[in-house]
């Protein structure tokens, strides 16, 4: 059992309860004189650990002051903690800049003045296949409405580049990349471990990371076919396992506190797709995940939902022009008459009512909207400019 990775979420969702706001929450070194905060219990259980660490934080909600730095006690052993509302503020409380204590009352009351253009500042989120694509837009747009975001690849370089070049942007941390394959189960528990170990939890997961291989089910090989389904639905349930694993942890001691995992999903899970039978059934059993971890994890205040976009027509998975879906369709001859990649482009975006394909913007106006509706989990949610319609 790793203690901090349990001590920290509980730390931060204590905080957040407290304030109405996310917090990071990360190791730290102990300062000389500091009085240690006991939780000593000898409990070994994962669950049992979590209640009786839960106790002893509850006793401590009536204190008007918020520490800055939490030295625990557990079991014999010492842990020491830092608190602030941002990556920076980490950063001044280790180099000891920032004061010992924080007016909970006065950060609840700045946090009740935010508005909807707010809904994810300051939030921990993780984006699966965050490098590229789709993914990237997402990074973006999260990091570019104040959120903290954790760019998950297996492209590591390409996380690496992104992270840095949008921390240069803004001109402090918004982003860490980290590396993982989501077909491994060991790779997604320690992506989740980096993240909790970083900013002590996570309000939004966004799973993203998704393949596709065009073939007409009379000519695929079902090796292919396996790897599309272990991608696209098998990863979203490990990603929504260890992820909802570190979110109900801090729902322990932020009961009130909605988090949420979100599917990438497709138009292709709403209506068969031809000649693409393994993406678009994957796609399909992907919704059914969503609805059915829905019903789980509402316990634990955590939402569920999907969000099915129409063609990221501009997007290398589209575009790139050896191994994008333009030059897939053509080989594969889905489009009747299609001589070139324009002509298949063409095709797809007549298909379209508002007449063009589905950009990083659409998406993450979709995105906002999930994450500020806390009245609305189990859904999937079409963002395919009319092509697809709810029934």
Avoid at 225 to 242: E, G, P, Q, R, W
Avoid at 329 to 348: E, I, S
Wanted: proline share 3%.
């Amino acid at each position: 059992m790793n203690k901090e990775l349990i001590i920290a979420p509980l730390i931060r969702g204590f905080l957040i309860e407290k304030t109405g706001c996310p917090w990071v929450v990360q190791r730290c070194e102990r300062g000389a004189g500091e009085k240690t905060i006991v939780v000593d219990t000898q409990a070994e259980d994962r669950e049992k650990a979590i209640e009786v660490f839960s106790a002893s934080l509850e006793a401590c909600r009536n204190d008007g002051e918020i520490p800055l730095r939490w030295p625990v006690l557990w079991a014999g052993e010492e842990y020491c903690f830092c608190a602030a509302e941002d990556f920076e503020g980490i950063e001044k409380i280790k180099r000891n800049e920032q004061k010992d204590c924080r007016d909970a009352a006065g950060i609840r009351a700045a946090a009740g003045k935010r508005n909807r253009n707010d809904v994810v500042r300051g939030r921990t989120a993780l984006v699966t296949g965050g490098a590229q694509g789709f993914g990237e837009e997402i990074v973006r747009g999260l990091c570019a409405a104040g959120a903290l975001v954790f760019i998950a690849d297996l492209n590591l370089k390409g996380a690496e580049a992104l992270a840095s070049g949008l921390n240069g942007e803004y001109g402090k941390t918004v982003a860490f990349p980290v590396e993982v394959n989501v077909s491994d189960e060991e790779s997604v528990e320690r992506m989740v471990n980096f993240v909790a170990g970083t900013a002590g939890g996570l309000d939004l997961c966004i799973s993203n990371a998704g393949v596709l291989r065009a073939s007409a089910i009379l000519e695929q090989d079902m090796a292919s076919f396996k790897f599309v389904t272990d991608v696209n639905y098998l990863a979203f349930a490990m990603v929504s396992k260890h992820c909802g694993r570190l979110m109900s942890v801090q729902h322990k001691s932020a009961p009130s506190w909605h988090t949420d995992i979100v599917q990438i999903n497709s138009k292709s899970g709403l209506e068969g797709s031809n000649k693409n039978g393994s993406y678009a059934g994957s796609k399909f059993g992907g919704i059914g995940l969503v609805q059915s971890f829905a019903l789980e994890l509402v316990e634990y205040n955590i939402k569920v939902n999907a969000i099915c976009p129409g063609n990221f027509c501009d997007g290398p998975l589209w575009s790139d022009p050896e191994k994008g879906l333009f030059v897939q369709y053509l080989n594969a001859g889905k489009v009747p008459g299609a001589k070139t990649v324009a002509d298949v482009k063409a095709f797809y975006e007549a298909k379209v009512p508002m007449g063009r394909g589905c950009t990083g913007p659409d998406l993450i106006r979709a995105l906002m909207y999930i994450v500020e509706q806390v009245y609305e989990t189990g859904q999937a949610l079409p963002v395919t400019g009319g092509q697809v319609m709810l029934h």
